[in-house]
């Protein structure tokens, strides 16, 4: 995935998270509540993995 997309889709789910988490705790639903959780923690595998494709593995450095 290209650096901008990734990015992109970080943002995207970081303010869906928010938004979850506030109309969340505005109607008392732990079930929208959960979802925004959910979305945060896709968010930090999208950023892992494309942290972990942009650099070379050490065994692979000349």
């Known amino acids: 995935m290209r650096p ?27 079930g929208l509540q959960g979802i925004g959780g959910l979305l945060v923690l896709g968010a930090i595998a999208l950023v892992v993995r494309a942290v972990r494709r942009g650099r070379p593995h050490p065994s692979h450095a000349r």
Do not use: C
Request: charged residues 10%; aromatic residues 8%.
């Open 4 to 30: 901008y997309l990734t990015a992109v889709a970080v943002v995207a789910l970081f303010v869906l998270e928010v938004l979850g988490v506030l109309l969340g705790g505005a109607d008392d639903s732990p």
